[in-house]
Structure formats: C-alpha cells, structure tokens
C-alpha cells in the first residue's frame, strides 16, 4: 500500500499586516464568498436591531420609572424614613473603601517584604474597570426629579473614596483589626435602617431585598458550605454520606421548590410556637440551597490543594484540625474565590425567583408598577423589564469580568 | 546508632483514633436521626391539627383547578393532573435540548470565527443574555413580546401554514393517512439495509483504503428507498393545516403561548452558556494540533471536524450534560408565566387546600428523578469517552 504524498498546489499565503481599513475589511469581513454574504446579512441585522433600539429608547415613556424609582430600589420603604437608605449607603461606602484599602496596603507590604515591585492600582484603572457600575448609577440618577439623591451619591462616591485611602495609610497593627470595623460598618448599616423604629428585613423591598438575599445568603450559608465540603471528603463513611446525600439533594432540585418548600411547608416542621416571618422562611430557603453549591465549590478548592501540602504540614507533626485550618484552608479557599464570585453572580440573578411568591424585589416591582391606575393596560411590560434587565446585566457583567481577572491574577485556570 | 524502641502501650480510650472515628460517626449519625425524628413528629403533629390527611390518599381526590390547553376536567383525579404536568415538563425538556444544543454550539463556534462580525455578534449575544436572570428573559418574551400578538379573533394567519395570536401558537403539521402503517415498515427496511450499507463501506474502506464515505451512502439509499416507498403508497402522510373555527384552534401543531415562550426564553439563556462551554473547550486544544492540521493540508472544514472537534468535545460534554441539568431544572420557572408544568400545578394545588408537605415531596421527587437519569447519562458518557481515547 503507496501513501501519496500531499501536493500543494500553492505555497500558503502569507499572513500581512492589514494596511488602512479596505484592507482590514477585506480579511476580516469579506475573504471568501459565504463569510461575505454572513457578513452582509448580519450587518443588515444589526443595523435593523440598532435602529429598532434607538427608535425604542427616543419614543419610550420613561414617566413609569421616573415615578416609581423609589419603588424599584428599596420597595415600600416608609417616605419619611428616607435618611436611613442613605446612612446605610453610607455606612456601606465606608466599609468597602476601608476593606479595600487595606487589602491594597497588605499587598504593598507584602510586595515590599519579598523585594517585588508592587503596581499600585490607579483611579483611572478602577475607573475602566466599573464603568458599567459608574453608568448605571448616572442612568439611575437621571430618573429622579430632585437633586439631592445626586448630590447624596456624589457624597457616598468621594466618602468611599476618602475610606479607601484611609484603609491605606491605616498603621498594621491597626490594620489587622479591618475585619472588625467591617463587621460594626455592617451591623451600623443594618441598624441604621431598622433599629430605632427602622424597617426590618421583612419590609424590604425592591433592589435593596435582592442585594441582602444574595450576600446574606452566600455568607450564611458559608459555613455550613465549608462543613458539607469537609465532611464530603471526610474519610468517616456515616459523616460523608450524610453530606453527600445532602448535598446531592438539593443540587438536584430547581430552587424555586426549595422556595415553595420555605414558603408552605417550614410552618408543619417546625414547632409551632415559632413563626419566622415570610422574607426570613424566604432566606432560609436560599441558605439550604446554597450551602450545598458553596459545598461543591469549596470542594473543588480542597482538591486543588496538592497533596505534598498535607503530607508536609503531618511531617513537621501538625494535627489534623491544625493542617486543615492552617495548610489546606488558606490554599483552597484562595483558590475558590473566582468560583464564589461566580456563585454570587448566580444567586443574585436567582433572587428574583422570590418574586413568584409575591415578594416585591425588583423583578415584581416591575409589574407592580404597571398595575397603577395611571399605567393600567399601557403595555409598559417593555420599559419597566429593560430597566430591571439593565440593573442585573450591569451588576453581573462587572463581577464575571471582575471574577476572569481574579481567576487570571491568582493563576487558579493555569494548573 | 540505636534502634528503634518498641512502644507497644495502648493509647488511652478518649486518645485512640479509632475509637474517636467510631463516637464521632455514631454521634454524627444519632444526630441526624433525631433531628429527621423531630421533623417528622412535628409534621405528623400538625398536619393532623391543620385537619389535613398524613397519607398519599388525597391524590385520588377530584382535582378542583382548570389547566389549560388539556382536556383534563376539574372532576378528574389529582394524580391525573400530575401525570399532565410531567407531560407538561416533559413537553419543554425534549424539544428545548436538541434547540438549545444547535444554537449554542453554532453561536460557541461563530464567537471563534475568522469574520470579525460574526464573532462580535455572537460575543454580543452570550455577554447580554448570560448575565440576565432567566425568569426575566420569560417574563420579557412572554409580556413584551408574546402577549402583544394580535388576540385570537384577529389572529396572524400566513397562508394557512402559522397561525399566531396571542394565546396559541400553530403551525401546519402531518397527519397519518390510512396506508401509514406499511409505510412505517418500509422504512424499517430501509434503516436496515442503510445499516447494512454503512458496514460494507466500512468494510471495504479497511479492506481497500479508499475513503468509506458511509453516511453519504446510507443517508442516500435511505432517502431513495423512503421516497421511492412514499410514492409506491401513494402518499401516506398528509398535511394538517391549523384552523381557526371560532374561539378554537384545530389541526396543525398547537401549543400555548405561554409554552413557546417559555421555551424560547430558556432555549436562549441556556444556548449562552453552552457557547460559552463550547468556546472554551475549543481554546483548550492545544494550538500545535490545528497546526498539525494545517501541516497536512487539511481543509478548515476537515481541521474542524477531524482535528479539533472530536477533542474539544471529550472536554465539552460534561458541562453541557450540566447545563441540560439546569434548563431542566429552569422549567420550573414557567410557574411564572401559567404553562401547567409540575411546578406550576404542585403550586395551584397547595393554593387550593392539597397538603403542602406531600405535594412538595412529590414535586421534589420527580425533579430529581430527572436529575438522576441525566446524572446517569453522565457517567456513561464519560466512561465512554475515556475508553473511546486513552
């Protein structure tokens, strides 16, 4: 049997640096006959898409927005208590410019200690990096109808960023106690809107019930996260099969049953006397369901840990308690932080499930709206949907970028 | 050098492993039990004081809601509504993968293509819809695009082939004629002697070494045979057209609105992730294979299909088996929009009194039946591929 020997018919053409745009078009548009006609078709379709979109955005009514802003971002919030949103905002503010701060101080001197030149992250890169997040809060201000929210965002703005430098010029020893600061900041926030005649979480509503669902969810749920995946790789066979079965039930049911479950069937459970209240049974239902993906995701960073790690960290006669908590967890917890901001993602997009119980986030703000007498029948499904569509497309484009850039700066994609 | 000294002494009881492993999983494992216990007394307890029965006996009572879109009455049986309601799920799931597969692995591979707007366009269309949650993609499609529909009395009709108004949705369809039957045993025959053709090329192409071509061979004695029988009986299958006689839709393909929407909107979600997972799984092949590729002058289509494909695939499976997981799972949202899916019914029947716990159970339950068998899938496939490559 003769094998042929390939015959090129013409030497392979030579790749040139594309010279002014026909040239540039040419290969990259028009370089055989079906990526033309692609090509045409295509551009047809978004130039149709484009124009249908701005036609949209010029003639829409934006009135049902304008009106209902408050609505949308904090839900039934009592008017008069206004002040207690700002003081969380700016409670918020704060602890994230601090966190911050330090964050960037502890890798300056972390940077410094081993000899390594540390790139100090500009305005101007931070600025790049949350345009979508800078947009969105011009595009949410253009809908109010005074000028003070404006001015209270521009404050909460330069506050942050007055805390952030703060966080970096903070003394270490000072430093090590951030995470304290935190913790009050949030308690602050949280009290500032429902202590002292305040409204408590199950008044909540709007944007502001959505973003406490998804960080008080993913951070209760943590722990019992945390637990599942030990146990899940834990040699003892009763406490692995008690985490696995957990975990491989919830995974394999929609999170609006969980949702159902917590809204019907926790009462017959629990005993009697004790009644949570419908947005709390709501957030039970969420821990449930996240703790055994934040299981899974935890787990994946425990197999990431190489096993010479453990064996090491026994040779030098460590305990098993003191290996985990000291070798395996600060390894596979840094490891799972792209993996977590991917879970937040997922469960913010999740949150506005508790809208099928009648629960007003932002979703459901969105048909309340347009059950008002003034906007009955106007078929405004289209604007109040794009505007909720806009909140939650900003939010999780700028954390799955943010996540890509984690993932790409600790190296966890490259093992 | 001394030797080692011999310790033979038993540790003391409360340092001993193994009898700290055995407290610690009869500890762990009483636990557990105790807490199940609880919940179940407590259940039990106020399910009796809530007057509500303990057993799966209700399931045999009348129904008591209307679902649309079935002839199933409000007097029929509760279990029947649940077996409407699989159906219902069962509907969205078979039709919704085989779509939502084509569409992300063709928008998976334009995001890689050579033509910058394609790829930008494809970009554009996973970066948008990726990061919108999915219940609000439904509730888009289905309040700003498919409730705008023209209403039933005024339905868009084109030429009797699509009927559209803003309740259903039908398309013209086949019908069995009388003859059908032989019909199907011709192309039983046909299947086998296609098969049969696949393996004599293969054959001959191990035999010879010229190219098998074995689809194109049983693709073409299949369709020639299934033709040649379709005329032989004279037509077997006739065209359905929809009609619309009043306040009722006949004929044709009918599904409800609220169904194609859901399904158009899920479709969409999961195609985004999927292209993702395909794109990615396309970058993973190492670039010196497409070099090879190229290196024995393979066409682009040849390098695709042979080359790089077949590997990225072996990479690209299980997520995607995932993913069909989740678009699963995300047919419960429909619950939003009415379709009567199991979530959807389980939801209205709490509503009307039916004890929730059992109903939750139920619903529960069939939803990880649906997980178990993909999961099953799963790992068939994934034995396979690994006895398939290394």
Known sequence: MTVEAPVFEEAP??????????DWARKNLFNNWYNSLLTLALAALVIWALVALLRGLLSAEYEIIRANLRLFMIGEFPADQLWRPWAATYCFAVMLG???????????????????????????QVVIRFWPILALIAVILSFT????????????????????????VLPRAVRRWTWLIAVVLIAASYISLAGFGGVGWQGWGGLQLNLFLTFAGLLVA?????????????????????????????????????????????????????????????????????????????????????????EAAQAVGLAPWKTMRLIVLPQALRATIPAMVGQFISLFKDTTLVAVLGITELLEATFVVNSQTAYLGKGLFVVTLSFAALIFWVGCYTMSRESRRLERKLGVGER | MTAVEETRHRPRLWRDVRVLRAVIQVLAGAAVLIILYVLWFNLTNNLRAAGLPTGFDFLTQPLGVDIPGSDISPSAP???????????????????????????????????????????AAGLYVEIIRNIPPLLIIFFVFNAVVLRFPVLQESLNISDLVIVNNRYLAMVGFTAQPNFGPFLAIIAVALLIAAGVWWWRTRRSEATGVPHHRFLWALGVFTILTLIGFVALGGPIGLSRPILDGRALEGGYTGLAAYWAVLAALVLYTASHVAEIVRGSILAVPRGQSEAANAIALTPFQRLRYVVMPQAMRI???????????????????????????TRITFQLIGNGQPAPQM?????????????????????????????TR
């Open chain 2, 78 to 120: 509760i279990w029947r509504g649940l077996l409407n309601a699989v159906k219902n799920t069962l509907a969205l799931v078979v039709v919704g993968i085989p779509l939502l597969t084509l569409i992300g692995v063709l928008v998976g591979v334009a995001r890689l293509s050579t033509n910058w707007l394609v790829a930008k």
């Open chain 1, 98 to 124: 601090m966190v911050g701060g330090s964050i960037a101080a502890g890798a300056r001197d972390r940077a410094s200690e081993a000899g390594l030149p540390y790139v100090r992250t500009t305005l101007r």
């Open chain 2, 360 to 388: 939750i159970f139920l619903l529960m339950g069939g939803y990880l039946i649906f997980s178990l068998i993909i999961s099953l899938i799963v790992n068939v496939v994934n034995r396979r591929m690994q006895l398939v």
């Open chain 2, 316 to 342: 690209a499976i299980p997520p995607i088996i995932s993913q069909y997981l989740n678009f699963t799972k995300n047919t419960s949202l429909a619950i939003a929009i009415g379709y009567a899916e199991m």
């Open chain 1, 145 to 168: 109808t005074t000028v003070t929210p404006t001015l209270l965002t521009i404050g909460a703005l330069v506050v942050g960023l007055g805390s952030y430098y703060l966080g970096r």
């Open chain 1, 13 to 22: 053409p030579q790749v040139e640096p594309a010279r002014g745009p026909m």
């Open chain 1, 222 to 310: 943590f722990p019992f996260g945390l637990l599942l995946a030990m146990g899940r790789r834990s040699s003892l066979p009763v406490i692995r099969t008690i985490s696995v079965g957990y975990i491989e039930l919830v995974r394999g049911v929609p999170l609006i049953t969980v949702l159902i479950a917590g809204a019907f069937a926790i009462g017959f459970i629990i005993p009697r006397d004790i009644r949570p209240g419908f947005v709390t049974r709501m957030l039970i239902a969420i821990i449930a369901f996240e703790a055994a993906y934040i299981a899974e995701v935890v787990r994946g960073g425990l197999q990431a840990v190489p096993r010479g790690q453990v």
